[in-house]
Nanobody, 112 residues
Framework: VQLVESGGGLVQPGGSLRLSCAASGFPFSLYGMAWYRQSPGKQRELVAG???????NYADSVKGRFTISRDNAKNMMYLQMNSLKPDDTAVYYC???????WGQGTQVTVSS
């Protein structure tokens, strides 16, 4: 099993980024997936999740700004992040929900 995140970087407040998670080594379409994030000194927190059948859930702090999606044909998951705020600064992780498996993370920094 391998999960590889990409798309992080430095962006100004109000800007947008799209994170990608490339999955391999398992039948991606059968599994729930999620995005988590962790800031220095804080616990890792759920950002958004999507079940195998496409149901989504979001943290209150990102509702209306972030959108999770997946392309089962490409074994890819995405997180479109709009209207970014400095509080969104964190390492963002891709996770296969169960059995649990994590990617290595990608840094997102929102700063002017």
């Amino acid at each position: 099993v391998q999960l590889v995140e990409s798309g992080g970087g430095l962006v100004q407040p109000g800007g947008s980024l799209r994170l990608s998670c490339a999955a391999s080594g398992f039948p991606f379409s059968l599994y729930g997936m999620a995005w988590y994030r962790q800031s220095p000194g804080k616990q890792r927190e759920l950002v958004a999740g999507m079940t195998a059948i496409g149901r989504t859930n979001y943290a209150d702090s990102v509702k209306g700004r972030f959108t999770i999606s997946r392309d089962n044909a490409k074994n890819m998951m995405y997180l479109q992040m709009n209207s970014l705020k400095p509080d969104d600064t964190a390492v963002y992780y891709c996770k296969r929900v169960s059995p649990e498996h994590w990617g290595q993370g990608t840094q997102v920094t929102v700063s002017s």
